[in-house]
């Protein structure tokens, strides 16, 4: 196969090649220029048609833990980035940021879904419960107790996503076996291993009736 | 992850034009694929449009059958009353894949629009003809434990990771779709397509079509279905193999039969040919195995994955007798 790098030639591969090549050199001389124009904003009610430019800023409306506000954000900001970075709610962890181990887990309109896969931009209008939302003031929430009290985590590090996908898996009315929440919970990856205590802290919650 | 341009469009028509205007464009749904894709800098779409404000949601009765609109969560759709009365083979695949937060994010169209999980599609170090046409298939002689056994080309022996899709199949779904050219319905069984000499190309959608909904016609598959799923951890993992059997029994005889395989193929598997000898049939083991040997015909294995060849079949039986009650 013909080393690429070293494409002089006329042959259709290296137009091809030398084609794709102007294309990224155009992409990156544009993007330069947009990187230095000053940032703008739009608001998100223009964006029915129109388009929000790459390093344009587009403001959203969003209820994080209980409090409305404006913000401003990239398109390609996601929600976990957004909560950690810009928001300091850095209690929703980032273990793989790739969809695959659970530990950015929060819940968006009261359902967990993962941070990582969701961008802060497509949230606009929405209510964001974080794992700084869950507990009441200084009480805990029922499951923070029962995790506590079933040691459910060695290094915490899956902890926050664990509690807020428990807490949903019994609101979905998935927790009436430990059968069943292995299965829901099995989004949510523990390396430390602690999922048996993990399991009795959920059933725990569920078979005391507290409300979550 | 690049930077890209972002739209949100609330009409049909401005979300194709959109795609049509723009050849790097592309629909973003739930993105809970797409944006791993991103990520990854397997994909770099210039242009997103958010689909989500179009009105798809809606799961609802139709004249001869339920419709499915392309933007209703995975998650709703299992846990929808009408589904799970009349198709519940379709609840089963769902909740088969991914994992619960992911089928909360996760659409119908999303699902059917998921690329592969072959490992060199997602190692861009690595050749393949579906990431970057023309590199070669680096699974064709490479770890290819995963992969095809039936309709694969010496381009590409990817498989398809949805396991809903795998159900629509077998289901005899039909796909509604919106585009320049105004609307078309396309049969679930043809909206997937092969690999052949263009890898590249996962689905037979056209430039700027867009998923508006899936009809599932009436049947009598509601009691005797059984999808089963073998993956190498208990829960939130691709198929190896999966099969996705539906029955209409009456004396035990069976009348009629449904039957695909995810795990096997460039898209879901159907088995067309294993239905056929399974009508007329008393149920029994013996006739479950008859259709499995029927099935994988025309099967032919890669040097890791030979191991299907055996796996297939068992599971191909396995769903029969948990469908037919038999177990």
């Known amino acids: 196969m013909a080393d690429k ?119 606009d209008g929405k209510k964001i419960t974080t794992i700084e939302g869950l507990a009441d003031g200084d009480k805990l929430h029922p499951m923070q107790e029962a995790f506590i009290k079933h040691d459910g985590f060695q290094c915490g590090y899956c902890t926050p996503g664990q509690i807020m996908s428990a807490v949903a898996c019994i ?42 | ?37 991103m990520k990854r800098g397997i994909m770099a779409p210039e242009k997103l449009v958010d689909i989500n404000k179009l009105p798809l949601r809606k799961i609802e009765k139709e004249n001869n059958g339920i419709r499915i609109g392309a933007l209703a969560l995975n998650r709703d759709v299992a846990d929808d009353k009408l589904i799970l009365e009349k198709q519940p083979l379709l609840a089963q695949a769902l909740n088969a894949g991914a994992s619960a937060q992911l089928r909360n994010m996760a659409t119908v169209g999303g699902n059917m629009m998921q690329r592969t999980r072959c490992y060199y599609f997602y190692d861009t170090a690595l050749p393949c003809n579906k990431r970057e046409p023309g590199s070669g298939c680096g699974a064709l002689e490479g770890f290819n434990r995963m992969h095809a056994i039936f309709g694969f080309s010496n381009k590409c022996i990817a498989v398809h990771p949805s396991d809903m899709s795998v159900a629509l199949t077998a289901l005899d779904a039909t796909v509604l779709v919106s585009g320049p050219k105004g609307e078309r319905r396309i049969p679930f069984g043809d909206f997937h397509r092969l690999p052949g000499d263009q890898p590249e190309i996962d689905t037979n959608l056209e430039k700027g079509e867009l998923i508006l909904a899936v009809d599932i016609p009436d049947a009598p598959f509601t009691k005797n279905v059984h999808y089963l799923k073998v993956r190498e951890r208990a829960s939130y993992a691709f198929a190896l193999v999966s099969v996705a059997a539906a029955l209409n029994i009456e004396n035990n005889t069976i009348k009629d039969a449904r039957l695909a395989m995810g795990g096997v193929a460039h898209k879901p598997w159907r088995l067309s040919a294993a239905e056929k000898a399974l009508v007329g049939k008393p149920v029994s083991e013996a006739t479950f195995k008859e259709a499995a040997d029927v099935a994988m015909q025309g099967a032919k294995a890669f040097k890791h994955n030979a191991y299907k060849l055996k796996l297939a079949p068992n599971t191909i039986v396995q769903a029969l007798k948990v469908a037919a009650a038999i177990t």
């Not at chain 1, 000053?38 to 209980?66: H, Q, R, S, W, Y």
């Open chain 1, 5 to 123: 790098r070293s494409c002089e030639g006329a042959d259709e591969n290296c137009n091809q090649h030398n084609e794709a090549r102007r294309h990224f050199l155009k992409q990156t001389s544009l993007l330069t220029a947009m990187a230095l124009a000053p940032p703008t904003l739009m608001k998100a009610g223009e964006l029915d048609e129109k388009v929000a430019a790459a390093f344009e800023k587009v403001k959203v409306t969003l209820e994080i833990n209980g409090k409305k506000q404006k913000v401003a954000v990239e398109p390609r900001e996601t929600l976990l980035d957004f909560l950690r970075e810009k928001q300091n709610l850095t209690g929703t962890k980032k273990g793989c940021d790739y969809g695959q181990c659970g530990a950015c887990t929060v819940h968006v309109n009261g359902e967990r879904v993962l941070s990582c896969l969701s961008l802060a931009v497509m949230q």
């Open chain 1, 171 to 212: 609101r979905e009315g998935r927790a009436s076996s430990e059968d069943e929440i292995r299965e829901f919970m099995s989004g949510n990856i523990c390396r430390c291993g602690a999922y048996p205590n993990i399991v009795n802290a959920i059933m725990e919650v569920k078979n005391g009736g507290q409300k979550v």
């Open chain 2, 1 to 37: 992850m690049i930077q890209f341009q972002y739209m949100r469009p609330t009409k049909e028509k401005a979300a194709i034009d959109a795609l049509v205007k723009d050849q790097n464009a592309m629909f973003i749904a739930g993105g809970t694929n797409l944006i791993d894709l």
